[in-house]
């Protein structure tokens, strides 16, 4: 019964009374009834299991609320503070939520945040004091800024970093006419094949890690592998003169961790010769590509928006006649605001973080202009949530990667039924149309609109692309991350279905900064970080003490997926 605590309101209503259990059913169906409405709202309007408390200081002014936003994941607070309606809202993080239970409860001297962890319980009131320990939190120059004995923390707003490309390319798209176009003239044009990797060295031989996937299906004999270049930081065992192509290889100092490369063009004629994909031209099927797995059995995933991307108003690509008139954005609203994106791993877990890797398309290319599911949800807006809290809806028919709140992580195409199952989700993120389903190409690899895979209009579709996909191999379970060099949907699709994927999604594509990967080696107390692909150094910081990696020392404006070893 660990989870009895924190189930939203389904403990509580056994053992509440008759009336107490309906007036319980009657706030979830109003809640509900929110989520649903087709009006204007706010985010917390959103939060169709949130629970809130409110008291009354001993002033008889000053008004406390304090809103768990999903009692069954328990992680994200809000606490407001102020005289009568007019409220300052702070938002609280909890960083151990399958121990500690927050609530607000009338102390001796007043209202009180109780917080319990098993017999123990501590009280902490943190509107009190001048300055009080809300103000001095939020002045403390920290993202995460603890307070209540470090019980707690206030998520601060930081602006996220940006590096110049991210920060011109923005600027056109918000504020010159036509500076979308103009961006996607450029990456069709200039930047096209512009970090394509192309090095065989040769033919090799080596067997895949005895405790890694399954090597890819290639079309050589294992002692005929072609050798290619390794264009990446990783430090492997035993591949000093290449890597063969399609064998996964263990990452030094990193248990459980493996790396492979391949180039399409190896890729099997019994995996090309499976409709549902498109054969490869001659640039994407030399262009390498590198594969990293995660056994899952020993690590989490988490995942955190970005301080601004992917944002919540309306994508300019669905149809006018989808949109519902007077709404700022698909749910209702066009900020997170009361609620602070962060764009980085929590700092109280960096001691365990193994890696992180951007997560998916901007809102701006985050919604469909044509195909089927374009004209249905509101132009199906890609769908996301962190710790529990929905930022936007998640919509049927679009590649989801989800972790749930037992820590499970699945990578499936969201369906009508799956909204069962999300009270009790941790982490979702929603990101186009499958590359690989139940092993087979996905049903629009090959449509450039219905698919909106992103390229140019005459489905050049070529370019910079990072994917991510699940290998089951027994019972062990792999998350994998891919950097494809320059590829189209049908390369990628090829090429995990080599690897044995049984589900595949696209991630994000045409920059470093968008197809970025950091793996993190602690050393004499400092943190070096080795990179999918050579020339991702400039996209991390650099300060006394050494490296200052993206997504970790300091908030980013894109949204990331994070890996940390379980305790």
Request: hydrophobic share 35%.
């Amino acid at each position: 019964m660990k989870n009895c605590l924190f189930v939203a309101f389904a403990c509580v209503a056994l053992s509440a009374s008759a009336a107490s259990a309906l007036s319980i059913e009657d706030r979830l169906a109003q809640q509900r009834a929110a989520y649903d409405a087709e009006v204007a709202k706010n985010i917390i309007d959103l939060q169709m299991y949130r629970h809130e408390q409110n008291a009354v200081l001993p002033d008889g002014a000053t008004h406390v609320q304090l809103i768990s936003l999903n009692p069954n994941i328990n992680s994200w607070f809000l606490l407001g503070v102020g005289q009568g309606n007019r409220r300052t809202y702070f938002h609280l993080e909890n960083p151990a939520p399958d121990a500690r239970a927050i609530s607000l409860e009338d102390g001796a001297s007043g209202p009180e945040i109780l917080i319990t962890e098993g017999r123990r319980s501590y009280s902490c009131k943190p509107w009190e004091g001048e300055p009080t320990m809300l103000t001095a939190a939020s002045q403390a120059n920290l993202p995460y800024s603890p307070i209540c004995d470090s019980r707690l923390y206030l998520r601060v707003p930081t602006r996220g970093n940006y590096t110049s490309l991210e920060a011109t390319s923005q600027f056109l798209r918000d504020h010159i006419w036509g500076g979308d176009a103009l961006v996607d003239f450029v990456k069709a044009t200039l930047n096209k094949d512009k970090y394509a990797l192309d090095g065989t060295l040769g033919e090799g031989g080596g067997n895949t890690a005895s405790d890694g996937p399954p090597s890819a299906l290639v079309r050589y004999p294992d002692g005929q592998r072609p050798l290619v270049a390794a264009y990446h930081e990783f430090k492997l065992d035993d591949a000093e003169g290449g890597m063969v192509s399609g064998i996964w290889y263990p990452v030094r100092d990193h248990r459980s961790v493996f790396v492979s490369a391949i180039q399409p063009r190896s890729v099997s004629d019994e995996v090309m010769s499976v409709p549902g994909a498109n054969w490869l031209d001659g640039v994407e099927g030399s262009a390498i590509a590198y594969l990293i797995a995660f056994d899952l059995s020993k690590f989490e995933l988490a995942y955190s928006r970005g301080t601004e991307h992917p944002r919540l108003d309306w994508s300019p690509r669905p149809p006018h006649y989808v949109r519902k008139y007077g709404l700022p954005g698909p749910d209702g609203f066009g900020t997170d605001d009361p609620l602070v994106s962060l764009g980085m791993a929590a700092s109280y877990d960096t001691d365990r973080l193994v890696a992180t890797f951007t997560g998916g398309f901007k809102r701006q290319h985050g919604a469909f202009r044509g195909g089927p599911l374009a004209g249905v949800n509101y132009g199906s807006h890609y769908g996301l949530l962190e710790h529990g809290v929905v930022f936007s809806k998640l919509w049927p028919g679009l590649s989801t990667i989800t972790v749930a709140q037992d820590g499970s992580i699945d990578m499936k195409t969201w369906e009508e039924s799956d909204y069962e199952v999300m009270p009790n989700l941790r982490f979702a993120r929603q990101n186009g149309t499958p590359l690989v389903e139940n092993g087979q190409p996905g049903p629009y690899v090959t449509q450039w609109m219905a698919g909106n895979w992103s390229g140019s209009a005459n489905a050049d579709l070529r370019t910079l692309r990072a994917g991510a996909c699940m290998i089951k191999d027994g019972e062990t379970q792999y998350l994998v991350y891919a950097y494809f060099s320059t590829a189209t949907p049908s390369a990628m699709t090829r090429t995990f279905m080599a690897y044995g994927c049984d589900y595949a999604m696209l991630l994000d594509m045409n920059a470093q900064e968008h197809t970025y990967l950091g793996l993190y080696t602690w050393k004499d107390g400092k943190i070096q970080v080795d990179h999918i692909a050579n020339g991702m150094d400039y996209l991390d910081k650099s300060g006394s003490a050494g490296v200052i990696p993206r997504f970790v020392g300091y908030p980013d404006n894109r949204d990331v997926f994070y890996l940390m070893r379980k305790e």
